[in-house]
């Protein structure tokens, strides 16, 4: 491989990360800002290929420059819009002017200074040759896990506390966000040209998220990826101004949030009761129940982002009713 | 020591400090939530930075599977913090 070229790719693009970076925070433009974050992630995703993970590429690809900018857009379009252009007259807002030059260079030469330090700390750390104990342990034990891509094999299998633990940070935030208010209003319904790209898109993306959480057992993908590209079909939906957008009402809804915690706690105790470790699958059944487990995930995680997007929980025919039945109850008190 | 993996973790350190500064110094709150996701985008590539292993070299996976995670769970923090910032409009709003 041509090194020189490879040197000079890395520096453009490393230069075009910090500049976007850069130029994201410098703008007092809210929506410019957000939309050069989201070109900050897309190149973010061509530096994780870069250096060999594209599992964690695709992943950036689909929830740090797709979903994010989404949700950070709509909140941009949400935001009231100041009284007169440039003055702004909320107090969340405080007035650029109040942050003294002062305090801009104290913070600017900490944020330096903390980047020195981080980077002297690494040089330190990279001056000596890596033992790779922990690399070294999964590739031994990779052919019993169950999966043979290794990053699925990390996170579903040696160190499945974390993920589990993720999905509960993530029922979590979806249950913060349904406690802050209701869903935001939908859109206007799209055009035609819009409405017929609707109509192939997401038939697209569902069949692409299938295919990420089969594929992750031995390639880049998994449960995360699929997940987050489900979610980008209702989000997709959603800003055509469908009515429905894939998700179940009620009952069923909060079993499909709650699908990747159960399904993963259940699968852990019952192999405590057969007496092997929790989440300590037995090898000859490590794939299908990573599989299992995998599946539950990407329906939770699905769910969560697509609310996520809607800032709340929306309003079923279920819902509305029982708030009536509530209702009802409160007057006749 | 490879010079890819300097130069990635370098440019990690230098993302990681903008963000950190916007954070602080910025007067809107969707633009500090912008810096945080930005410094949080600094730490990942210090991490793919340290798994990296050379070309044709297979990277550690640890470090990768730990950036997936806080992909996600950078997401679910800055959905929760947008669905603040809307309920706070709410508020100024009946006031």
């Known amino acids: 491989m041509n090194t020189m070229g490879l040197l000079v790719f890395d520096g453009l693009l490393l230069f075009s990360i910090v500049g976007l970076a850069w130029a994201s925070l410098a703008t007092t433009d809210v929506r410019r800002g957000v939309i050069l974050f989201m070109a900050f992630g897309l190149l973010l995703a061509v530096a994780w290929g870069r250096l060999l993970a594209p599992d964690v590429a695709l992943a950036e690809a689909a929830i740090g420059a797709g979903l994010s900018g989404a949700l950070l857009l709509a909140a941009v379009h949400r935001q009231p819009r100041p009284l007169s252009p440039g003055a702004t007259h909320d107090s969340l807002y405080r007035s650029a002017a109040a942050v003294s030059m002062v305090v801009r260079w104290v913070v600017t030469l900490l944020s330096a200074a903390l980047a020195g330090t981080l980077a002297w700390g690494l040089l330190h750390a990279f001056s000596s040759t890596p033992q790779d104990m922990l690399p070294r342990a999964i590739a031994e034990n990779l052919a019993a896990s169950g999966v043979s891509n290794p990053v699925t094999a990390v996170l579903l299998n040696f160190r499945a506390y974390d993920t589990l633990l993720e999905l509960a940070v993530l029922l979590t935030s979806v249950l913060g966000i349904f406690s802050l208010g209701p869903a935001t209003p939908g859109y206007q319904p799209a055009g035609p040209i819009f409405d017929g790209l609707v109509r192939w898109l997401v038939p697209v993306l569902i069949l692409m998220a299938g295919y990420l959480l089969w594929v992750g057992a031995h390639a880049p993908g998994g449960a995360f990826q699929a997940g987050a590209t489900l979610a980008a079909a209702g989000v997709v939906l959603r800003l055509a101004g469908r009515a429905r957008i894939g998700l179940p009402e009620g009952f069923a809804l909060r079993i499909v949030m709650t699908a990747g915690v159960s399904v993963f706690l259940l699968v852990g105790l019952t192999l405590l009761l057969l007496g092997r470790p929790f989440l300590g699958y037995p090898p000859a059944w490590a794939g299908a129940l990573i599989l299992l487990i995998e599946t539950a995930a990407m329906l939770s995680i699905a769910a969560t982002l697509l609310l996520a997007f809607l800032g709340g929980q929306p309003e079923s025919t279920g819902v509305k009713a029982a708030a009536n039945r509530q209702r009802e109850e409160i007057s006749r008190c | ?95």
């Open chain 2, 1 to 95: 020591m490879l010079t890819t993996q300097i130069l990635y973790a370098l440019t990690g350190c230098m993302i990681v400090a903008l963000g950190l500064r916007g954070a602080l110094l910025h007067a809107s709150v969707l633009q500090r939530i912008v810096a945080i996701n930005v410094m949080g985008a600094g730490v990942f590539m210090l991490l793919i930075a340290v798994a990296y292993r050379g070309p044709g070299l297979p990277p550690d996976p640890v470090p990768h599977a730990l950036v997936l995670t806080g992909i996600v769970v950078a997401v679910s923090a800055t959905a929760l913090a947008l669905a603040l910032v809307r309920r706070l409009h709410a508020e100024q709003e009946d006031d």
